[in-house]
C-alpha cells in the first residue's frame, strides 16, 4: 500500500508509538527526525557532523540542515513506496521544503495526521514517563514551556493542512489500541 503521510501531535499525545505501528500496518518506514539525526551522527556523515555541532551545545539544529537530512531519507529506497514523518515538519517552512521534496519526485502528500490530546493530560503522562524513566529534568514547568513552543512553532502547520484539505484529527486520549483503531479509521478515508 502506498502512503505518503505526516503525523503531528504535540509531545506526550503518542506520536512516536502511534508512528511505529500505523507504519507497520501500512508497510512503509515511520521516519523520524530524532532516528535520522542520530544515523547520520553514528555514520559520520557529513550532515551528522554539522548537526552534532549544534546539538552538543545544546542549540536546535537549523532547519537547511534538517531539511537536507529528510530530502536524503525520502529518497532512499524504502521509501518509494510511502512513509510516515513524524517530527517533520515542525514549522511552515519545512512544510514548503516538505512540498519540494515531495514535487521534485513527482509525489504529494496523501494526508497529515494530527493526534489531539489535552494539554494537562498531556504534562500528566509526561510527568509519569519522566518519573518511570528517571528524567529529572522533565518538571512540570519545563513541559508546559515545551507544549507553549509546540503551538507557537507546529500548531500553524496544522492551519496550512487544512486548508488544503490534508488534515485528519485524531483523539489521542485512551488506550493504545483504541487510539491506533481511531487513527486507521480516519486514515481510511485517504489512502487505500
Do not use: W
Amino acid at each position: 500500500m502506498s502512503a505518503r503521510l505526516v503525523l503531528l501531535g504535540p509531545p506526550g499525545a503518542g506520536k512516536g508509538t502511534q508512528a511505529v505501528r500505523l507504519a507497520e500496518r501500512l508497510g512503509v518506514p515511520a521516519i523520524s527526525t530524532g532516528d535520522i539525526f542520530r544515523a547520520n551522527i553514528k555514520g559520520g556523515t557529513e550532515l551528522g557532523r554539522t548537526a552534532q555541532e549544534y546539538t552538543a551545545r545544546g542549540a536546535l539544529v537549523p532547519d537547511s540542515v534538517t531539511n537536507a537530512m529528510v530530502r536524503d531519507r525520502l529518497a532512499q529506497p524504502d521509501a518509494a513506496q510511502g512513509f510516515l514523518l513524524d517530527g517533520y515538519p515542525r514549522n511552515v517552512a519545512q512544510v514548503a521544503e516538505l512540498d519540494a521534496v515531495l514535487a521534485d519526485q513527482g509525489l504529494t502528500l496523501d494526508a497529515a495526521l494530527e493526534i489531539t490530546a489535552d494539554a494537562d493530560v498531556v504534562v500528566e503522562r509526561l510527568l509519569k514517563r519522566a518519573e518511570i524513566e528517571g528524567r529529572a529534568d522533565d518538571t512540570e514547568p519545563v513541559i508546559r514551556h515545551r507544549l507553549d513552543v509546540y503551538a507557537e512553532q507546529t500548531a500553524p502547520i496544522s492551519g496550512v493542512y487544512a486548508e488544503r484539505g490534508l488534515l485528519l484529527q485524531v483523539d489521542g486520549i485512551g488506550e493504545v489500541d483504541e487510539v491506533t483503531g481511531r487513527l486507521v479509521e480516519a486514515l481510511a478515508t485517504r489512502v487505500g
